[in-house]
């Protein structure tokens, strides 16, 4: 079966962070004929472009989203734009505001308007689940940057289709919290946990990927793809990391101890992944949920093999974390 992305241009923004290398790596490996790592990561770059054995089809350039006029620049010729360049930690965002805004809100407008004015055939961009019922800075610019992608399906008369993916807790990638509880461990603990009742929901590299591409393919302009995702409980986490790695780095696990700290601004007990009004509305397929644009009143399925959801209330109520067993077999496939 012929790849989607064969023989594309591909930009990436952010594209030396952890997702974006995948998604690079995959558009490689599809076919693609040209990708573009956009970045204010000059190290990354350098480092990327050794490990990716200096690819011809793969070019780098340096330069900031919030840079208008680089931004329009670095676009022209892309057929599409996978927009993952953000400010992305909770605490960080909370700190400085202003930051998250120039870069989460203003860089998304600054990609719309170059794609529109370029006449790009697709944008998908990279949000997450803070952005339901936010109560952070980072969530809340999340939040705009999907309705800011939604509204141009209809606010523009372009042939240029935008849509959004929202992601859970991607595991083992740069900055997340699983390399960082890994080095505590391999300092001898005591490893940092908020709240024992917290609970994430968890996907993995290559699910994030797939998410992705598959948004690419289906996409018909201002609709949410939404990945399944398991729950799981950070205590439970923590607890099979130390099962696992503890050994590694010449430690028992009952040597690592739990320092509990307390939950950080912007943070909630127990992420969401849908809003009330958009589980009236979302049409699901076997890997992930697809919500419609706002705007959009008809609520049509056009996507094959998708159906509307039923009972997802009920589904999201009695939704239990995975068993501690559960998750350090999802551990080992990472490890």
């Known amino acids: 079966m012929t790849s989607y992305l064969k023989g594309k241009t591909i930009l990436i923004t952010g594209g030396t962070g952890s997702i974006g290398q995948a998604i690079a790596k995959r558009a490689l490996s599809d076919g693609a004929s040209l990708v573009k790592i956009f970045s204010n990561d000059e190290n990354g770059q350098y480092d990327m472009e050794i490990e990716f054995r200096q690819n011809k089809r793969l070019v780098f350039i340096i330069g900031d989203i919030r840079d208008e006029e680089r931004v329009n620049y670095i676009v022209k010729g892309v057929d599409i734009i996978f927009h993952t360049a953000a400010l992305k930690h909770v605490d960080r965002c909370e700190y400085?505001?202003?930051?998250?805004?120039?870069?989460?809100?203003?860089?998304?407008?600054?990609?719309?308007?170059?794609?529109?004015?370029?006449?790009?055939?697709k944008v998908i961009s990279i949000s997450t689940d803070k952005a339901v019922n936010p109560v952070s800075v980072m969530g809340g610019t999340k939040l705009l940057a999907e309705k800011m992608i939604s509204a141009e399906t209809f606010l523009q008369n372009s042939t240029t289709i935008f849509s959004s993916v929202r992601f859970g807790n991607v595991l083992n990638t740069?900055?997340?919290?699983?390399?960082r509880?890994?080095?505590?461990?391999?300092?001898?603990?005591?490893?940092?946990?908020?709240?024992?009742?917290?609970?994430?929901?968890?996907?993995?590299?290559?699910?994030?990927?797939?998410?992705?591409?598959?948004?690419?393919?289906?996409?018909?302009?201002?609709?949410?793809?939404?990945?399944?995702?398991?729950?799981?409980?950070?205590?439970?986490?923590?607890?099979?990391?130390?099962?696992?790695?503890?050994?590694?780095?010449?430690f028992d696990a009952t040597q690592i101890k739990t320092k509990i700290i307390g939950m950080k601004s912007g943070e909630k007990l127990i992420e969401e992944l849908l809003t009330d009004f958009e589980m009236d509305r979302v049409f699901?397929?076997?890997?992930?949920?697809?919500i419609p644009p706002q705007l959009d009143i008809s609520t049509k399925n056009s996507y094959p093999r998708a159906k509307k959801s039923q009972?997802?209330?009920?589904?999201?109520?009695?939704?239990?974390?995975?068993?501690r067993s559960q998750v350090l077999k999802l551990l080992k496939k990472v490890y």
């Open 96 to 121: 400085n505001p202003f930051e998250a805004i120039a870069v989460n809100i203003l860089g998304t407008k600054n990609v719309i308007l170059a794609a529109l004015a370029e006449k790009v055939k």
């Open 174 to 179: 740069r900055g997340s919290i699983i390399p």
């Open 181 to 250: 509880i890994e080095k505590q461990i391999m300092n001898g603990g005591p490893i940092t946990l908020t709240d024992k009742r917290m609970k994430r929901f968890f996907m993995s590299q290559e699910d994030a990927v797939h998410l992705i591409i598959s948004a690419a393919e289906l996409a018909k302009g201002g609709e949410t793809f939404v990945l399944k995702m398991p729950l799981i409980l950070l205590d439970d986490l923590f607890e099979s990391m130390k099962q696992l790695l503890a050994p590694r780095y010449g």
């Open 284 to 290: 699901e397929t076997k890997d992930f949920y697809i």
């Open 311 to 323: 009972n997802i209330r009920k589904h999201f109520k009695d939704m239990k974390p995975l068993k």
